[in-house]
């Protein structure tokens, strides 16, 4: 049989409202958790970024962005703001079955309207009112700091694997390449396996000292300035995709695929997927290799560099040439002491007249030699010296001497706008068991020596000239500066020793060098970095910057005020449901209605002061209480002892 609700226990009958309130508090409770739920997401996944496509629509339209954002941003704070009002509302219009006074029945209804009270004598109610109301204005702002995406690099890190030139391991190979290609004694025999790029890669480094521009191109990989000895360790960035042939990789490497093995590191989080983005930077930690340059002017007869370029003899004439024909060639025999009191000798050839003389405004002779240290045989190799000399259109050149001392580094490369730039974060001196990478080094500088002279010009002298000259007023011989001729010397050696270690990595790391394209352990380097991934999406704040924390304190302070109304209605209308202290009362008295209090007050016809000064603040003490009968309403003074209550009281 079934009852009705008149036999349901009083205990368990539902307040009346209680369908609102239960509304009010779950929506403002939803709200909250879903702006403390987004924080968190972004605080524990540290970067959220939405798919790629969602992403490049926000990029392309900022301001759609901006509106659509604002308006989520809004309607959020809206709903909060009236959840708000109407949780006021509801609880004032229970209290005021109770004595309250003026004062605090005005400050009710205005922040049931959405407003505030500036009263100077009651300064803790009007700076509640200004705080609660600005709480309120704050949450658009709040939602829109929250939600809205800011374009940031999304980090992921990189490890892999490279060719370790430091080591025995390597220096044990490269031995073994020489014996290969029968290069049994490095000091006399020079690699012709380097082309143009060791010339393009010290001219680069000189010019760009002086302000010209600083692209050095290898294999198809771009560098700034120089390649500090590095070699690509990024795909999109590894140039050449060509596969080189069978001769083509180690010493013979003459361009094509360098393998590249990198990978992403699993992050905290492999759930989030990683974005394409927008564009993509690595910086990475990988070796590199140097040289300290020292180049001074020397007495050409000094004992310990014996500088000769006075050995010198016609070898061919042509008298009846014609013009732009070879007349006469002089064979020159440059030799110095490089150590144990022994010559080196380099032997030129230029082009001269039939008398053999040359011309010195249109031709240049700038003869060098490298000269392998250590001046004794229980030395070890560790670095070498290059003596040079202008002549004729290099006359600036005095009789030098360049001290190389190559350095192994660990660089910092940044990968970025298709170019590769490294910068030194540490740097050893060479130890005996790399002789033989000193070698090479040594090596190359000496083909680059004898190889940028031509019969009428070399490539070292030009660059010397064209680039001093380009940043120098007037005649070069008039306004000539030593020192920024040896910086630029300097440079250009430079310049070669660090390409020289790139050219080296790139052919044993080409694609067939190693089995499987895969270095062996032994052989190989860590290599450590990040990818950066320009993308729109949200951020984990920093420490020192509490923004999306201030940003849902306005939320915070408004939902705890709701819900505490809310309970506190909640807890009256079940004690008006159980007529508690007599109370029964109808819920069709809206406080916020102008109306609906007019008419309380004409109801209980009360009695209260003018509009003077004493009057109002007599007024605003008073103490009124909501009584009840039938359908009548009205608003009657408190029975004693609510009269009136003193103004330092409220």
Not at 324 to 339: D, E, Q, V
Not at 409 to 421: C, G, H, K, L, W
Not at 453 to 482: E, K, P
Request: proline fraction near 4%; glycine fraction near 8%.
């Amino acid at each position: 049989m079934l009852q009705d609700s008149a036999s349901t226990p009083a205990m368990f009958q539902v307040p009346a409202n209680f369908v609102r309130f239960t509304v009010i508090i779950s929506i403002q409770v939803v709200i909250l958790a879903f702006g403390y739920g987004f924080l968190g997401a972004v605080a524990y996944f540290q970067y959220l970024a939405p798919p790629d496509p969602v992403c490049e629509l926000m990029r392309s339209y900022p301001g759609e962005l901006t509106m659509i954002i604002t308006l989520i941003a809004t309607m959020l704070s809206v709903t909060a703001a009236t959840l708000f009002t109407l949780s006021v509302k509801e609880a004032l219009r229970h209290r005021m079955w109770k004595p309250i006074s003026l004062i605090h029945l005005s400050t009710g209804v205005a922040l049931a309207q959405g407003s505030h009270i500036l009263k100077h004598r009651y300064m803790g109610l009007t700076i509640l009112t200004l705080f609660i109301i600005g709480m309120l204005r704050l949450l658009t702002a709040g939602w829109i700091t929250l939600l809205t995406p800011t374009y940031f690099m999304w980090p992921v890190q990189l490890n892999g694997t490279e060719l370790d030139i430091t080591g025995s391991a390597f220096a044990t190979l490269l031995r073994e390449e020489f014996l290969a290609n029968g290069l049994t004694d490095i000091q006399d025999n020079a690699f012709e396996i380097l082309d143009i790029g060791g010339m393009l890669s010290g001219v680069t480094a000189a010019g760009f000292t002086f302000g010209l521009p600083g692209t050095f191109n290898f294999n198809g990989a771009k560098y700034n300035v120089s390649t500090q000895g590095v070699v690509p360790t990024i795909e999109a960035f590894s140039g050449s995709d060509g596969v080189p042939n069978a001769n083509g990789t180690r010493l013979g490497f003459s361009g094509g695929n360098v393998t590249v093995n990198t990978r992403v590191v699993p992050g905290s989080h492999p759930s989030v997927p990683i974005p394409q983005g927008f564009s993509t930077n690595y910086s990475m930690l990988q070796q590199g290799l140097t040289a300290d340059v020292s180049c001074r002017a020397i007495d050409s007869s000094q004992a310990p560099y014996l500088w000769d370029t006075n050995n010198s003899y016609v070898i061919y004439v042509n008298a009846a040439a014609a013009n732009n024909s070879i007349t006469a060639l002089r064979l020159w025999n440059i030799s110095a002491n490089c150590g144990t009191n022994t010559l080196t000798t380099y032997e030129y050839v230029t082009m001269v007249d039939a008398n053999g003389n040359t011309s010195s405004s249109g031709s240049g002779f700038l003869p060098s030699v490298v000269c392998q240290e250590p001046t004794n045989m229980n030395q070890t190799y560790t670095n070498f010296t290059i003596f040079t000399q202008g002549f004729y259109k290099y006359g600036f050149l005095k009789a030098s001497v360049c001290e190389v001392v190559p350095l192994l580094t660990t660089v910092r490369a940044d990968y970025s706008d298709e170019q590769i730039s490294s910068e030194v974060t540490s740097s050893t001196p060479f130890q005996p068991e790399n002789a033989e990478l000193l070698s090479f080094i040594a090596s190359v500088a000496r083909f680059q020596s004898i190889n940028s002279q031509g019969l009428t010009s070399s490539t070292i002298g030009d660059t010397l000239y064209s680039i001093y000259s380009s940043t120098t007023i007037g005649s070069i011989n008039d306004n000539l500066n030593d020192t920024q001729v040896y910086l630029e010397l300097e440079d250009y050696w430079r310049g070669v020793v660090e390409f020289s270690a790139t050219f080296l990595r790139s052919g044993f790391m080409a694609t067939g060098s190693f089995p499987n394209n895969e270095i062996p352990n032994d052989l190989s380097s860590q290599v450590t970095g990040t990818m950066f991934i320009s993308t729109i999406g949200w951020t984990r704040w920093v420490k020192q910057s509490p923004t999306y924390l201030l940003a849902t304190l306005p939320l915070t302070i408004i939902t705890i005020l709701t819900l505490t109304c809310a309970l506190y209605s909640i807890l009256e209308a079940w004690k008006e449901r159980h007529g508690w202290a007599g109370h029964h009362r109808a819920h069709d008295f809206d406080v916020s209605n102008t109306l609906h209090l007019i008419m309380v007050c004409a109801a209980g016809s009360l009695a209260l002061k003018d509009f003077g000064e004493e009057g109002i603040i007599n007024n605003e003490g008073v103490m009124v209480q909501l009584k009840e009968d039938g359908e009548k309403k009205k608003f009657m003074i408190a029975d004693p002892p609510y009269l009136v209550v003193p103004k330092e009281l409220v």
